[in-house]
């Protein structure tokens, strides 16, 4: 049963290099700054009204980048910020900044869950991606985090990467499952605005992987990973029994979350939904924790629609989908009714199922959510 109410979200904006098709926000640094985990803790202080949280995730950029001094600090402000007295504490890490030593101080200092972003075992693909690790230091930062007593592994990978191959794609997954994580998650490559990658197949350097090798490789990894016992709860996650992702749960069902640090997220379940978001700027974010003890620089209400919308988007990526009677409670709609028609059309184009109280969307409409979801709002 899901009983989580509330997540702790940090940013770590750090990275020892960019990577060739990121846009997330981070900046190049070997170590986290510690003016930056300093402003972290009074934001916390000054958040703490938030309530009790039932998960943290460290998240980047490269949270692995802190050293575990500055991670016990960060989990003894939020035990005593937060009441976190125990759930899962999740790490994203990169291969290249992790050794044994650093990852048994991280799982003292509170550390239970770390997420590997391997993205490739494929050396040529490692370098298209700009990845600053090899296959081997993927290989070994997995092997290190299991020796280091991490009972709960997850393994990033990236699928489409311009001039991979379907064989390619399918060592991949076969190395992931042969270390045996207990999670893991699969993207489609976007190639964003900006980005070096992006303008590398603009400009004819690299070729830009079709639709239909997209929807083949969606495909193959679903295949290959529910073959090997992987259960296929999100649209690009796959876990173990018992071991899905509590934390990413809490953004898919709705639930409530905590962002902290540079250009984070948070959302309450007043009214509609509030979202607000955290200043992008570093001195912006650094002088407004210092004045008021939080950055928030963006505060929307959702209306009614949106959260109609919100919930309708984030409930079809899961495997159990709309729960008809909780949206019912919620927004005192019934979809069967209100949504007859595209239901009726989605059901005939096999895209959906209506079974019991849920909406899903089957193994054929898995590739064409967007359209999905266009046509129930
Ligand atoms: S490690 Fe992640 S956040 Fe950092 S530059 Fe690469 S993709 Fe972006």
Not at 63 to 90: N, R, Y
Not at 165 to 178: I, Q, T
Not at 351 to 357: D, I, L, P, Q, R
């Amino acid at each position: 049963m899901f009983l989580m109410k509330r997540g702790l979200y940090i940013h770590i904006p750090f990275c020892v290099k960019k990577c060739g098709y990121c846009d997330f926000l981070s900046f190049p640094e070997k170590e986290v700054p510690p003016l930056y985990t300093k402003t972290l803790l009074r934001e916390m202080e000054g958040r703490k009204g938030g309530g009790r949280v039932d998960t943290i995730y460290l998240g980047g950029g490269t949270p692995s980048l802190l050293s575990p001094h500055q991670v016990e600090g960060i989990m003894a402000t939020a035990l005593k910020t937060f009441g976190f007295t125990g759930g899962e504490v999740t790490m994203e890490i990169n291969p290249a900044t992790v050794n044994l030593e650093r990852l048994r101080a991280f799982k003292g200092a509170g550390i239970n869950r770390v997420i590997v972003g391997i993205q490739s075992f494929n050396r040529r693909l490692l370098s298209i991606l700009g990845r600053v690790h090899t296959p081997e230091e993927g290989v070994e930062a997995f092997r290190l985090a299991r020796k280091a007593g991490f009972e709960n592994i997850g393994i990033d990978l990236i699928h489409s990467i311009p001039t991979e191959d379907m064989e390619e794609l399918r060592e991949d997954l076969g190395r992931a499952v042969s270390l045996g994580p207990e999670h893991i998650s699969v993207y489609s490559l976007t190639l964003e605005e900006g980005t070096p990658l992006k303008r590398a197949v603009e400009t004819g350097k690299l070729p830009s992987p079709s639709e239909d090798m997209e929807r083949d490789m969606f495909y193959l990894t679903r295949d290959l990973l529910t073959g090997a016992g992987y259960d296929h709860y999100e649209v690009s996650n796959f876990a173990i029994p018992g071991f899905r992702s509590r934390h990413n749960q809490i953004y898919w069902k709705g639930e409530e979350y905590i962002g902290l640090g540079l250009g984070a997220h948070s959302y309450e379940k007043k009214g509609w939904g509030r979202r607000m978001m955290n200043s992008e700027r570093p001195q912006e974010y650094i002088c407004l924790v210092e004045r008021k003890g939080e950055a928030i620089v963006e505060d929307e209400e959702l209306s009614k629609e949106k959260a109609m919308e919100e919930t309708i988007l984030l409930r079809l990526r899961m495997k159990e989908g709309i729960d008809l009677k909780e949206f019912r409670r919620r927004f005192g709609i019934d979809l069967r009714e209100t949504r007859q028609q595209a239901l009726r059309d989605l059901e005939g184009l096999g895209m959906v199922s209506v079974e019991g109280n849920a909406i899903k969307v089957t193994e054929k409409g898995l590739v064409l959510l967007d359209e999905i979801v266009v046509k129930l709002i």
